[in-house]
T-cell receptor, first 111, second 114 residues
Framework: DTGVSQNPRHKITKRGQNVTFRCDPISEHNRLYWYRQTLGQGPEFLTYFQNEAQLEKSRLLSDRFSAERPKGSFSTLEIQRTEQGDSAMYLC?????????FGNGTRLTVT | KQEVTQIPAALSVPEGENLVLNCSFTDSAIYNLQWFRQDPGKGLTSLLLIQSSQREQTSGRLNASLDKSSGRSTLYIAASQPGDSATYLCAVRSISSGTYKYIFGTGTRLKVLA
């Protein structure tokens, strides 16, 4: 069990650029979640997958955000035309029987 | 709509004290509740998971209780240590949402003074 892995750990980008983050869940976990966290706040739900199916998306996830989980393994979260308000920690979690296991997150800074 | 509240927002205690962190939720129909610890700049580490049929769970110096009818959970930390300093978050999965989505509180920032 190597845990949930997220890459990159940090990303600095200029406003208007596209960014993509990757999450590798614990290998046997069928559910994968993306959350966003800003300073001093709890994580906010963005979306989750069961195997390769994206089952729910938050209204926070605008048209600029897209997530995929091909073949039900790793997942990617892409943000197009980044805005300064997108600056946050993006957290990925996976689960099998209900207990969430998180990665260390990707910190995005949009300048 | 499920809402999760954690009080206090911040807490500072001397080393060795026993302390209680609170988590309240508005919709008592939940599948489970999970407590996490988060160190600055890091992801969340799972501490305890309580199923809706359980009243409490224990791990080492940590004990979490669940009272669904009142919409409350408490995390008890015995004999606190400076290494316990972190933000503690709770999250619930609601039955009414019909999904596997978890809703988080805003956390309690704990500082244990040596």
């Amino acid at each position: 069990d190597t845990g949930v892995s997220q890459n990159p750990r940090h990303k600095i980008t200029k406003r208007g650029q596209n960014v993509t983050f990757r999450c590798d869940p614990i290998s046997e976990h069928n559910r994968l979640y993306w959350y966003r966290q800003t300073l001093g706040q709890g994580p906010e739900f963005l979306t989750y997958f069961q195997n390769e199916a994206q089952l729910e998306k938050s209204r926070l996830l605008s048209d600029r955000f897209s997530a995929e989980r091909p073949k039900g393994s790793f997942s990617t979260l892409e943000i197009q035309r980044t805005e300064q308000g997108d600056s946050a920690m993006y957290l990925c979690a996976s689960s099998l029987q209900g207990e969430l296991h998180f990665g260390n997150g990707t910190r995005l800074t949009v300048t | 709509k499920q809402e999760v509240t954690q009080i206090p927002a911040a807490l500072s205690v001397p080393e060795g004290e026993n302390l209680v962190l609170n988590c309240s939720f508005t919709d008592s129909a939940i599948y489970n509740l999970q407590w996490f610890r988060q160190d600055p700049g890091k992801g969340l580490t799972s501490l305890l998971l309580i199923q809706s049929s359980q009243r409490e769970q224990t791990s080492g110096r940590l004990n979490a209780s669940l009272d669904k009818s009142s919409g409350r959970s408490t995390l008890y930390i015995a004999a606190s240590q400076p290494g316990d300093s972190a933000t503690y978050l709770c999250a619930v999965r609601s039955i009414s949402s019909g999904t596997y989505k978890y809703i988080f509180g805003t956390g309690t920032r704990l500082k244990v003074l040596a």
